[in-house]
């Protein structure tokens, strides 16, 4: 009988099934879309219900592929961190859609807490700073005004969790109520240090303890599941962690001092600094890289809002093309920038600058700017951010890195990687595995379930596809860089 593990990939934009071999060779996959809601200015929401159909159907169309074949599967689970839902236990039904990690409706909310001193107690319990992009604001926003939500909370009624644990709830028929290490170091709510919830911050933000999920390491088993009688009998969901920590895992980053950059619709940049949680420089946090083996392993992280995004928002609201496959061919028909900057903050800026109040903004545009130049600009946007994060890992933090491993889809545009290398002065190194974060959580069944006992075993099955090396264009590139920070303070300045 065939073995095979199949690694959902919830991600903000979709929704993807993949199939692995037991070896780690992928076989199929499937990618379904959701919807994005947006029902005032600066909040972004998602449809639980629509997120857990679609895992569902994926799961569902990524295993037709061995149809009529006696196969066995087990199931992990990576996923969007900071989006929030909260939920009936007893009816299993969402009190509202999920807050997206995206949204600004808990600025006020941050702002209030900044203002009561809070902010140095948060980033020595949870590592994190206070602002909207983590989960507890959002929390706390639904019990504030989703009517009966507080008083089903304070009864014990709702659920709160991170998409890892409403997806859980439901595959399991709701017997099981857990997150990882990883989504809950996210939330604002969790102890890094005591590896709990932390009864300071959960008053805080005024959630009842009984809200909060079960707590697990990332290479648990986490429970059982027929995906809605698609199996006769029940598989193990074993192995779940956030999709940034799922790259840092997925591209090997086994031990301190290693790095990676994930591009997706946001970015994550993350550092592996080692089993001891240390203060983040100024502007990043710090949360478990992830726990496995036995072992917890911390990371530094810097967070940028609009990556891939902003080449979506070149496509969706200006049709300045009409697939993202167009835009390096479109950006590399001219020159340089022409002078044109994308500071791309559509919800705000995020790591190093934490300025969600800022807008998007396009400069520098005279008569003689094209559409080409706009697309260069917005593709050096994504390699600009990524910079401004490792430079403060590296020049505050002391931090030598030797080469940042990447993943994510527009990995694959070559004049951003090349760009990207120019800037960082450090080779860009992308492996074969191009979906880094769901072949994290791969490696995490595997622990969970004992098919590998050290790290050493499952790094053996990654193998570097591209490399791009700093050019002789690096120097002529660091003014650019430093033009678009001019852009960042002036645009922070005039807020």
Known sequence: MNSFVIAVDQSTSATKALLFSQNGTLINNVNIPHCQYYPNEGWVEHDPLEIYYNTVKAITEVIS????????????????RETVVVWNRN?????????????????NICDDLRAKGYSEMVRQKSGLLIDPYFSGSGVKWILDHIAGAREAAQQGELCMGTIDSWLIFNLTGGKVHAT?????????????????????????????????????????????????????????????LGDSHGALAGQMCFEGGLGKATYGTGSSVMVNIGEKATDAPAGLVTSIGFAALDKVFYAYEGNIHCTGATIAWLKNELNLINDPGEIEGIATSVKDNGGVYFIPAFAGLAAPYWHPEVKAQISGLTLGSTKAHVCRAALESIAFQ?????????????????????????????????????????????????????????????????????????????????????????????????????AVNHLISCK
């Open 65 to 80: 592929i061995n149809k009529g074949k006696d196969c066995r599967y087990t199931l992990a689970l990576t996923n969007q």
């Open 91 to 107: 009816t299993g039904k969402p009190v509202c859609n999920a807050v997206v990690w995206q949204c600004l409706r808990g600025k």
């Open 180 to 240: 990882d290490f990883t989504n809950a170091s996210r939330t604002l709510l969790f102890n890094i240090h005591t590896l709990d919830w932390d009864d300071d911050l959960l008053n805080m933000l005024t959630i009842p303890r009984s809200m909060m999920a079960k707590l697990l390491p990332c290479d648990s088993v986490f429970g059982y599941t027929t995906v809605e009688n698609l199996f006769n009998e029940p598989i193990t969901i074993a192995g779940v």
């Open 386 to 486: 990524v910079t401004d994060l490792i430079t403060a890992m590296t020049k505050t933090a002391g931090i030598n890195l030797k080469e940042i491993r990447v993943d994510g889809g527009p990995t694959k545009n070559q004049f951003l990687m090349r760009f990207q290398a120019d800037l960082l002065r450090v080779p860009i190194v992308r492996s074969e595995v191009e979906d880094a974060c769901a072949y994290g959580a791969f490696l995490m069944n595997g622990f969970a379930l004992k098919k590998w006992t050290r790290f050493e075993q499952a790094a053996t099955h990654c193998n570097i596809k591209q490399v791009y090396m700093p050019s002789e264009n690096a120097p002529e590139n660091d003014k650019y860089y430093s033009e678009w920070s001019s």
